[in-house]
């Protein structure tokens, strides 16, 4: 098993959002987390992403203790409903974002950065694009800016949080078989 996660509790005041979540998912795994409003799924990928601690339990990810590493470490790679992408930045800041983050002896040179943000542009079928700004793209166009930033940096995990909850029901289909094959690639 890649990941392991056992009696994982999270609450806020008294109200408990994860209350002793046990799962495993073998490497390599497409997983995906059903319930309805309210029920945690948010607050468990905020957790594995190192956005949010646990209160109790344990998580162990390709043999770490996962809850024990700073969020940099963990090297999750995170995709919003909302695709929270820099309204100011390019398309190509936007990706190469975390790479630019990076402490100064992690941080990629200057045109490998380049190098990885017109792969990573040709990926998402965004080629040309990287000038452009988030307001200037569709719906479709934004997510697969904000996966490609989430890819940028290599995660060990990519966590997403209904990534295509704000997009019409054709651009959704066509999204999630896009991110299908993206993942067996």
Do not use: C
């Not at 998912?25 to 956005?51: C, D, E, H, N, Y």
């Not at 959704?172 to 067996?184: A, G, N, V």
């Amino acid at each position: 098993m890649t990941l392991r996660i056992e009696g994982l509790t999270r609450r806020f005041g008294a109200t408990a959002a994860l209350a002793g979540v046990d799962l495993e998912a073998p490497k390599g795994a497409f997983l995906a987390l059903l319930g309805p409003s309210g029920s945690g799924k948010t607050t468990l990928l905020r957790i594995l992403g190192g956005l949010d601690g646990a209160d109790e339990g344990r998580v162990t990810f390709e043999g770490l203790d996962w809850l024990s590493l700073s969020t940099q470490e963990r090297r999750a790679g995170f995709v919003f409903q909302n695709y929270a992408l820099f309204r100011h930045m390019t398309v190509a800041r936007n990706i190469s974002f975390g790479l630019r983050m990076r402490r100064w002896r992690d941080r990629p040179s200057r045109s490998e950065i380049g190098r990885r943000v017109e792969e990573l542009l040709s990926v998402v079928q965004l080629e040309g694009l990287g000038g452009r700004y988030p307001s200037q793209l569709s719906g479709g166009q934004r997510q697969r800016v904000a996966l490609a930033r989430a890819l940028a940096i290599e995660p060990r995990i990519l966590l997403l949080d209904e990534p295509f909850g704000a997009l019409d029901a054709k651009v959704r289909k066509d999204l999630r078989r896009w991110l299908r094959d993206l993942h067996d690639r």
